[in-house]
């Protein structure tokens, strides 16, 4: 009779492959929450909008990936619960919930557990599946970042598209193939 407990269980995410569970889990929440924190100092003002252009997006989308669900959903949301307390780390150094781009925040906490999920369904493991995955991710953040953007700048759905979305489609079109050609490339590294 063999025992399912001893049984080696393969890894659903890169952040699988990390020895030390607990230890290792601390160590990704916080190293993604961090990630997106420096990444979203590498941030262009676009004029016309309160909403820069940043690393923040791809390190979401990344850090999904490698994390997967759960460790990615509280990864994100260290990251926005430390901006709202006055970490400035957000876009610009920015900091707080009361700014026009926060929605984009909120989003990525969506947007990184979908990602999680879809990786630890192979989702990041070829480069189509990786675009669809960064795409329906990507896809996310913009559901919850235009509502609030409309909202904190009293407009209306096409102004906040304009504003929110129109400016940043190639920057995060992108995004999606680096990372559609990186992830699929590190699981390739990984099973040698």
């Known amino acids: ?19 030390g569970r607990l230890v290792r889990d601390v160590a990704l929440v916080v190293g993604a929450a961090v990630l997106v924190g420096v990444a979203a ?25 490698a994390l997967g669900f759960q460790r990615s959903a509280v990864a994100m949301a260290l990251y926005a619960l430390a901006g709202v307390l006055g970490m400035p780390w957000f876009a610009q150094g920015a900091s707080g919930w009361h700014l026009a781009s926060f929605g984009y925040v909120l989003g990525f906490v969506l947007a990184g557990a979908v990602v999680g999920a879809l990786a630890a369904r192979g989702g ?13 991710g990507t896809l996310l953040i913009y559901v919850v970042g235009v509502p609030w953007l409309m909202a904190m700048t009293h407009s209306g759905l096409s102004a906040a598209l304009s504003m929110g979305v129109r400016p940043f489609l190639v920057g995060d079109a992108l995004k999606v193939l680096l990372a559609a050609g990186l992830l699929p490339s590190a699981w390739r590294l990984v099973r040698r």
């Open 1 to 19: 009779m063999s025992n399912p407990q001893a049984a080696v269980a393969r890894p659903a995410v890169l952040g699988d492959l990390v020895p």
């Open 41 to 65: 100092q590498i941030s262009v003002p676009v004029p016309g909008t309160p909403v820069p252009v940043s690393g923040q997006t791809f390190a979401v989308l990344l850090s999904g990936a």
């Open 124 to 136: 990041d493991r070829s480069p189509l599946r990786t675009v669809a995955t960064m795409t329906f």
